[in-house]
């Protein structure tokens, strides 16, 4: 079992950085793919990014490369997504979640534990 909590969203202007955290419970989470997703308003939740177990593997939707950053810190039980360059297009609630599965990493229902999510809101 993971619990997840994430932090750190808020209002910035467009061009602006935020960084959030995700503080997880559970002895097991090195062994977990962790995870983010965001959800706009009248939209579908969809990928951010991914990071492996160790760390040594991202992978990001092709809307936040170049500007996001996926971590973790395994002896602290966190990952973090930073944020820069933000644009009014990345306002949105942003979820971390965890999985043990390998593959089909892009969709949601491959992951088993969400947080409550962040809202995170950029202004023009």
């Known amino acids: 079992q993971v619990q997840l909590v994430e932090s750190g969203g808020g209002l910035v202007q467009a061009g602006g950085s935020l960084r959030l955290s995700c503080a997880a419970s559970?002895?097991?989470?090195?062994?977990?793919?962790m995870g983010w997703f965001r959800q706009a308003p009248g939209k579908e939740r969809e990928f951010v990014a991914r990071i492996t177990w160790s760390h040594s593997d991202t992978y990001y939707a092709d809307s936040v490369k170049g500007r996001f950053t996926i971590s973790r810190d395994n002896t602290n039980n966190m990952a973090y997504l930073q944020m820069n360059r933000l644009k009014p297009e990345d306002t949105a609630v942003y979820y971390c979640?965890?999985?043990?599965?390998?593959?089909?990493?892009?969709?949601?229902?491959?992951?088993?534990?969400w947080g409550q999510g962040t809202q995170v809101t950029v202004s023009s």
């Open positions: 559970g002895r097991t989470f090195s062994r977990y793919f």
């Open positions: 979640a965890a999985t043990q599965k390998t593959s089909s990493w892009r969709s949601s229902g491959t992951y088993d534990y």
